[in-house]
C-alpha cells in the first residue's frame, strides 16, 4: 500500500502474486468442469478480497458459499429463463398467425417484466452480499425482500427515459437513496442523500455530444456540397474521422459523468456515525480502463482472470470513511439472511452498484 492511503479506514492488502495461484486454479477447474466450478471460483475469489481488506484494522469476512451462487442460477434458470424461451416461440406463433397485436402486445409485458426483474436483480444483490459481508462478526442485510423496490425502479427508470433521457440523473440517484435506505449493517440502517443537481451539467455534455456532433457534420457535407459540388473523398475520409473522434470523446465523457455520479452517490452514504466518501476520479478510472485493455492484450485474454482483482482493489483503495464507529451500539443484525445468490444478477450481467 502507499503512503497516500496510509491513514484511509480502508485498506486493501492483497497482491496479485498472492491472488495468481487461486486465479490460475479457477481457470483451470472451470475448464475442466466446463464451466460449473465458476461458482466456486466466486467464492474462493471473494473470500480473499475480502479477507484482505481491512477497515479500522479489522478485516472483512466472505461467508457466501458456492452452492448458494449456483442455487440462484438455477433458480433464475428455471423462472426466468424457461418462461421467457415460452415466450418467443408463443409470440412468433402469434405473428405466423397474423395476430400481430397481440404478439406486440405480449412482448411488451415481457419487456416490462424484465425491466422489473432488473431492479429486483440489483436490489437482491446488495442484500446477499451485505448479508454475507462480516465484520467483527458482524454482518449486513435487509428483511426488505426488494418487491416494492423493484416497482419503484420500474417507473423511476421509465420517468429517467421519458423526455429522451434527460431525467436520467434523478432517476439513478433517486433508485441509489432507496436502495442503500432499505439496508442495514448490524443494528444500524444506512442513509443516502444523494442528489442530481452536481452530477447534470455533466450528464449534458455526454448527452448534448452526439446531437452536436451529428448536426455539425451533416452541416459540414451539405454545406460543402452546395458550395463546391459533390464532396471527394477527402472531404468523407475527414468526416468519417471525426465520427471517430466523436465516439472517443463520448466514450470519455460518459467515464466523466460516471466518475462524478459515483463520488455524489458515496459521498452522500452514511452509516449511523460513519460517512464514506468515493476518491476516483475521471482520470483515475481511465488509468484502470486501460490497464485493463493492456492487461488482456498482453496475455493474449488469459488477464481477464485478474480483472475482478483490479477492480476490488481500485474500489478499496478510493473508499474513504469518516466519523466515528460505536462499537458498542454495534449488535448483530437480525435480519433475515438470503438462502440462496445472486442468480438473477449473474442473468442480467450489471454490477451490484
Known amino acids: 500500500m502507499d503512503d497516500a492511503h496510509a491513514d484511509s479506514a480502508f485498506r486493501f492488502d492483497g497482491t496479485w502474486r498472492e491472488f495468481a495461484p487461486i486465479a490460475f486454479t479457477n481457470l483451470l477447474l472451470m475448464i475442466v468442469t466446463l464451466g460449473i466450478y465458476r461458482f466456486w471460483a466466486t467464492t474462493r475469489e471473494r ?17 457466501g458459499t458456492g452452492l448458494e451462487l449456483l442455487i440462484g442460477f438455477l433458480l433464475v434458470l428455471v423462472l426466468l429463463g424457461l418462461p ?6 408463443v409470440a412468433q406463433g402469434m405473428m405466423m398467425r397474423g395476430e400481430f397485436g397481440a404478439a406486440g402486445l405480449l412482448m411488451f409485458v415481457s419487456y416490462v417484466a424484465l425491466l422489473y426483474l432488473y431492479g429486483l436483480a440489483r436490489y437482491r444483490t ?3 452480499r451485505l448479508s454475507r459481508t462480516y465484520w467483527h462478526g458482524i454482518r449486513g442485510g435487509s428483511d426488505d425482500k426488494g418487491w416494492g423496490y423493484a416497482l419503484t425502479a420500474l417507473w423511476k427508470t421509465a420517468v429517467g427515459a421519458f423526455v429522451l433521457g434527460v431525467f436520467i440523473p434523478w432517476s439513478m440517484t433517486s ?10 449493517f448490524g443494528s444500524h ?12 451539467g455533466r450528464f449534458l455534455l455526454f448527452y448534448l455530444l452526439p446531437i452536436v456532433g451529428c448536426v455539425g457534420g451533416v452541416a459540414a457535407v451539405v454545406g460543402g456540397a452546395a458550395a463546391s459540388g459533390p464532396p471527394s473523398p477527402e472531404a468523407f475520409g475527414m468526416l468519417a474521422l471525426g465520427f471517430f473522434a466523436a465516439y472517443l470523446a463520448i466514450g470519455v465523457i460518459a467515464i466523466v459523468y460516471y466518475a462524478a455520479f459515483l463520488r455524489e452517490a458515496i459521498g452522500a ?12 476520479r475521471t482520470l483515475d478510472w481511465i488509468k484502470l480502463l486501460l490497464g485493463h485493455i493492456g492487461l488482456v492484450i498482453v496475455t493474449l485474454g488469459i488477464g481477464l482472470i485478474f480483472i475482478g482483482y483490479r477492480n476490488w482493489a481500485f474500489f478499496i483503495r478510493h473508499l474513504e470513511a469518516t466519523g466515528e464507529v460505536e462499537l458498542a451500539t454495534l449488535t448483530q443484525s437480525t435480519t433475515d439472511a438470503p438462502r440462496q445468490g445472486e442468480g438473477l444478477l449473474d442473468a442480467f450481467d450489471v454490477g451490484a452498484f
Open 47 to 63: 473470500r480473499f478480497l475480502w479477507s484482505r481488506t481491512r477497515f479500522i484494522g479489522a478485516p472483512l469476512e466472505w461467508t
Open 84 to 89: 421467457l424461451f415460452a415466450i418467443q416461440f
Open 126 to 128: 446488495l442484500r446477499y
Open 175 to 184: 433508485l441509489w437513496n432507496d436502495r442503500w435506505g432499505r439496508l442495514s
Open 189 to 200: 440502517r444506512f442513509e443516502a442523500d444523494a442528489s442530481w443537481r452536481p452530477i447534470i
Open 269 to 280: 452514504l452514511r452509516l449511523n456515525a460513519v460517512g464514506f466518501a468515493f476518491t476516483a
